[in-house]
């Protein structure tokens, strides 16, 4: 229920049973029975009437080489079927989410209300609106721009509004094509990886060193204080660059993304800055990529609503592309992420972008601030926690995840003894990158009574 | 204002002067400026302190070269951009927009209750809800299979819940990869052509022929009953098929659909089967592919609401990817579009989810019904009309959409006399693949009093 906040992923994770259970549709599984019962009693055989398994039509399309390479499920959905695993084993546990880093806490009415209002009028002749611009309304994009980047020279025309920065990056992938090569901090959140996989950028999966081939990983580590050594770094077309950092919850200082920017340039990389936690920065580090000067012929930022209004299932976030930002023969990407929004997109729910614009009036701008006040709360609960158990506890600071070291330790196997022992969800550091071994992400993001029961639970565990 | 329902797009086609206008971060217009003002006074350069031309600074990042096939923009832009232009010339003009094909008419209460109670409900503990799955809430999807595909075999777990078919598109053309090869009905929906040029699978645009090389054109006329001829057309991975097509409003009959799955089968193809306007369908033509038997093994169907609830700007679609179909190796192509939709998608909003099941309602199906059945009489109208004028006239019958010859003519140059001069907006065949040229779609999305208005101005233009 409302305490778990897992969503419902339970039911279709890849390797799930929808796609392997026994079903009158199913050939494959008919094809099991037949070969089992074979097996048993010959006799048996006769009774069942599915084809043998080489009868089942085929098309004759490929599967495409790269969907291939790709590694197990998805990082969330895999938790939640272990989630879903541990509950079938016991049924009776009470089991807490600090996993997925899904919200918790109701949207402040201020915006619910704006949605409401707008889903009422679309019932009304004056307050109908079909297609919007798939680029999103002026309205909003004119608040974007004011509330995020007033001074920074970024105008309405750069932003894109979106269904979320997860959509975003796939269709940034699709706009760079396959061709495209890419750089990743090591730990990161995995859908720069996994869009890249499927857009054909990479080589094979790498299982000695858990990496996929073409993929320039920039190890972040405690030592190097969560910023990659760039005089290592080789030079990529793209540099996916999240900033505060999920999984680490580290944010890059002003100096460091300085150093950032300047290496783009000399390489005339395009950066693509991950923003959508920073809101949650309490130092003076940067919140947007474009603060620092020259980033806006060398970058992109994509930003998102989820974290700061509870949007994750209204899905509203956004994208700015400067029109500075120039391809090497000149041509202004903007323009070709237009042409890919138009064609693939057909812009956000309008009663999304209703909200979205009330989350951008001053009484919204507020009520995000209280959000996100309550889950730095938190955060610091699960810090004191760990801290007070001799644990090395990394981010939080200007995120709301807390990266918690074991050293020498399997995450999974970390991840496993949380879960089994403490009925606590977290996510095992591993599952952002080969960097993230060692390990676990704790997300702040829960019901207060909760971070309350599970900092003592895991006190239990570890004390 | 409501009229037109043209929606935003005017500001955004991709050569808006978004991109070129004279701005401070614009060093391009500031190179224009400095060579107008080099030509009529030298003395003045010294004014100007933007750098050179040639200092524009450039990344070095190569422009997909996929983009670059793309030509003009996106059909429906486009026609917002010369509608944008025609008002600047004539700012009285009173336009009607019978052109994109977006709906008018206010979404039915029943449903914009549920959305607004949803909205509501999510600033409140209990009904808060974060992250859902990525294919759709399970309620949904069962309503959907219940509702569509009862008797057909279709499961609640073959169905993704979307965000529109135009996007699915663009899912299922990266879940396909840039290798495979597709087949188009000629005309249709430009939305599949543009999102194979960008995903690499065809050749460059021949002008000759105004096709892209390596797609498979299937010439839909009149003389053909809008069916292509099956024994002329050469084996592709993948069959876009549109059925009530969009533009000619041609519904194909169950004969012909079996055709089409035989043809798929005994290629090996899969079709993707577009039924965005099934609900329109006012004779026995099947309304789903999974009608025709055997088509689970081959065909893929994508779905909206846009059309039957107005939720163009809501934003819900559905696509089937049954587990029957298979790729040559055997393998699930539910299975890959399950991580396509994982990994670059985060679900439709749950919002918009609301008010899709409210659609499935008793009282929603009903109130969908009456939606359908006034866009059909406005359909009659306009059919009248041009019938009484002596035009040839298609479609219509199951779809919204009419389908006019004006034989010999270019249909872009009709599109600009019936914008001229009846202050009308319709749609140029020839932007929907060369077998269009000739014709204009003219949409039935419309309030009634502009359609007969419409209907008045053209009977007067072609008197």
Redesign the interface.
């Known amino acids: 229920m409302?305490t778990t906040?897992a969503?419902?992923?339970a039911?279709?994770a890849?390797s799930s049973s929808?796609?392997t259970a026994s079903?009158?549709?199913?050939?494959k599984a008919s094809r099991t029975s037949h070969r089992q019962s074979a097996r048993r009693v010959s006799v048996n055989v006769r009774c069942v009437s599915s084809p043998p398994a080489d009868t089942?039509?085929?098309?004759?399309?490929?599967?495409?080489?790269?969907?291939?390479k790709?590694q197990a499920?998805?990082l969330?959905?895999e938790i939640a079927r272990r989630r879903a695993a541990h509950l079938l084993k016991h049924p009776d546990a009470k089991i807490i989410s600090l996993g997925?880093g899904?919200?918790?806490?109701?949207?402040?009415?201020v915006?619910?209300?704006a949605?409401?209002?707008r889903?009422?009028a679309?019932?009304?002749?004056?307050?109908?609106?079909?297609?919007?611009?798939?680029?999103g309304?002026?309205k909003l994009r004119s608040a974007i721009a004011a509330t995020y980047y007033a001074d920074l020279?970024i105008?309405d025309?750069d932003i894109f509004v979106s269904?979320?920065a997860?959509?975003d990056?796939?269709?940034l992938q699709?706009?760079?094509?396959?061709?495209?090569t890419i750089a990743v901090q090591d730990p990161s959140y995995p859908?720069y990886v996994?869009?890249s996989v499927?857009?054909?950028q990479t080589g094979l999966y790498q299982q000695d060193v858990q990496k996929y081939g073409n993929i320039e990983y920039m190890r972040c580590t405690p030592e190097n204080g969560f910023f990659p050594d760039l005089s290592t770094v080789a030079r990529t077309?793209?540099i996916f660059f999240c900033s505060p950092n999920n999984p680490t919850g580290a944010a890059a200082s002003r100096d460091q993304l300085t150093k950032l920017v300047k290496f783009?340039?000399d390489?005339?990389?395009?950066i693509v800055y991950d923003s959508a936690y920073a809101m949650y920065i309490s130092d003076d580090s940067p919140k947007s990529i474009f603060e620092i000067p020259g980033a806006?012929?060398?970058a992109i930022e994509t930003a998102s609503f989820s974290k700061y209004a509870?949007f994750?299932?209204?899905?509203l976030g956004w994208t700015v592309v400067?029109?500075?930002?120039?391809?090497?023969?000149?041509?202004?990407v903007?323009?070709?992420f237009?042409?890919?929004v138009?064609?693939?997109?057909?812009?956000?729910?309008?009663?999304?972008q209703a909200?979205g614009l009330a989350c951008l009036s001053p009484e919204g701008l507020k009520a995000m601030h209280d959000v996100v006040g309550f889950y730095k709360e938190n955060t610091k609960i699960i810090v004191d926690t760990f801290t007070s158990l001799g644990f090395n506890v990394y981010g939080a600071k200007n995120a709301p995840y807390v990266w918690v070291h074991f050293p020498g330790r399997n995450s999974w196997d970390v991840f496993a003894e949380i879960l089994e022992k403490a009925n606590v969800v977290t996510t095992p550091g591993s599952g952002f990158g080969p960097g993230g071994e060692g390990f676990v992400r704790v997300s702040a993001?829960g019901?207060r009574d909760n971070i309350i029961e599970a900092a003592r639970r895991l006190k239990q565990l570890y004390k």
């Open positions: 409302a906040g969503g419902a992923p039911i279709t890849p929808t796609f079903s009158p549709f199913s050939l089942s039509y085929k098309t004759k399309v490929p599967r495409n080489a790269n969907m291939a790709l499920g998805y969330f959905p997925i899904d919200t918790t806490e109701p949207i402040p009415d915006i619910t209300n949605m409401a209002e889903a009422h679309l019932s009304t002749i004056d307050g109908y609106s079909g297609y919007g611009a798939e680029q309304e002026k020279g105008e025309a269904d979320g997860k959509c990056i796939s269709r699709v706009l760079f094509g396959s061709k495209a859908a996994d869009s499927i857009m054909g077309d793209i783009a340039k390489n005339g990389s395009i806006k012929e060398v509870g994750t299932g209204v899905r400067p029109k500075e930002l120039l391809f090497s023969d000149g041509h202004p903007a323009k070709d237009n042409r890919i138009c064609t693939s997109f057909n812009g956000a729910s309008n009663i999304a909200g993001f019901h």
